[in-house]
């Protein structure tokens, strides 16, 4: 999903908005969506949309003629910090996202601060981690008779 947009392919700049729509009605209808593949399109799409609309934008009409990092590298270090904010695992969140996406040099270390940023502020919204919310959520407490040991 996120390969296209991190490649350059122009989708509709409402991209991160509707599949962050389409995500929740899927969670919330039952059906069993992921929480990968989502959570780097709509960082990906968001990093996109915010190159478009603010980035490039800002950057016309000044005496700079390398408008910085382009899209696909916007889209990359946004797709990691969104995941690392929904997982609240920067590391994982930087080795996925490394693999997946071809960005070298300089730019590790903004996909690096990028996860660790959006770690600390969705832990300022939700103290608990992703995965340790759903293995609660998944699994029962055991009766205390069946933590006894016969011997």
Known sequence: EAGPLAAGV?????????????????????????????????????????????????????????????????AAIAACAYFAGVTQAPITSFAVCSGMFTVRGHYFIAMICASFLATATARLVSPRALYSALADHQLAPLPPESLQFGL
């Open 10 to 74: 122009q989708p509709s700049r409402l991209f991160f908005l509707l599949k962050a729509v389409a995500t929740w009605l899927s969670f919330w209808s039952g059906i069993p969506g992921g929480i990968f593949a989502p959570s780097i399109a709509i960082g990906t799409g968001f990093g996109a949309f915010m190159h478009d609309v603010l980035i490039q934008p800002a950057m016309r009409g000044t005496l700079i003629m390398d408008t910085g990092p382009h899209r696909p590298v916007i």
